[in-house]
């Protein structure tokens, strides 16, 4: 399988743990993006890697949300401290270089479900 | 000016029907537009994408219809199916990040 890789699929923790999730982009992918889904909700923007670079992030990424992308490969998303709130999908997306003006499609993961108690 | 509004949230069709959803943007940033659809635990996949430059694209049973004056983009799904019953969700992006602002959904099921 080429897709974008995410793990574990589901995540079950006590409120106050820590947990890290796990993504492994398609090969040859450079740019790298997390993103949260709630309940009937779309995907929301949590932070922008260009290889190991983090370029960009939201302010819903409080200072207990920490992202890295050690050597431009696999990116890991680590939450401390988790609350109930915390709790939704957590997805992982990649795509290739933009080549002049266009835009690369976005390759999403199957996602990390997070269940805080 | 990050918002997309998505309609409907909920939309039922026949079999062989036209689905509809409609969806609009405030930031004339945005040069990118593109369609996800969502099966249950699944993340979302892109269905067509389109560039404010053209009016309309169209990729086999699917339509996106772009108004740039009016800010207001459409999907159509021609002779719906149950298999596409799903969520589907609008987006539009635009700046070097190309990071995706989504609207809200809308859960479409198609009735056999």
């Known amino acids: 399988d080429t897709g974008v890789s995410q793990d574990p699929r589901h995540k079950i923790t006590k409120r106050g743990q820590n947990v890290t999730f796990r993504c492994d982009p398609i090969?040859?992918?450079?740019?790298l993006y997390w993103y949260r889904q709630t309940l009937g909700q779309g995907p929301e923007f949590l932070t922008y890697f260009q290889n190991e670079a983090q370029l960009e992030k939201s302010r819903l990424l409080s200072d207990r949300f920490s992202a890295e992308r050690p050597k431009g490969s696999f990116s890991t998303l680590e939450i401390q401290r988790t609350e109930q709130g915390d709790s939704a999908m957590y997805l992982c997306?990649?795509?290739?270089?933009?080549?002049?003006?266009?835009?690369?499609?976005?390759?999403f993961g199957q996602g990390t479900r997070l269940t805080v108690v | 000016q990050q918002q997309v509004k998505q309609s409907p949230q909920s939309l039922i069709v026949q079999k062989g029907g036209i689905s509809i959803i409609n969806c609009a943007y405030e930031n004339t940033a945005f040069d990118y537009f593109p369609w996800y659809q969502q099966f249950p635990g699944k993340g979302p996949a892109l269905l067509i994408a389109?560039?404010?430059?053209?009016s309309e694209k169209k990729e086999g049973r699917f339509t996106i219809s772009f108004n740039k004056s009016a800010k207001q983009f459409s999907l159509h799904i021609m002779d719906s199916q149950p298999g596409d019953s799903a969520t589907y969700f609008c987006a539009a992006s635009g700046g070097a990040t190309n990071k995706l602002i989504f609207g809200t959904g809308t859960l479409l099921a198609v009735q056999p």
């Open positions: 997306a990649s795509s290739r270089p933009f080549i002049g003006t266009g835009v690369s499609e976005a390759f």
């Open positions: 090969s040859e992918h450079n740019r």
């Open positions: 389109i560039r404010p430059d053209v």
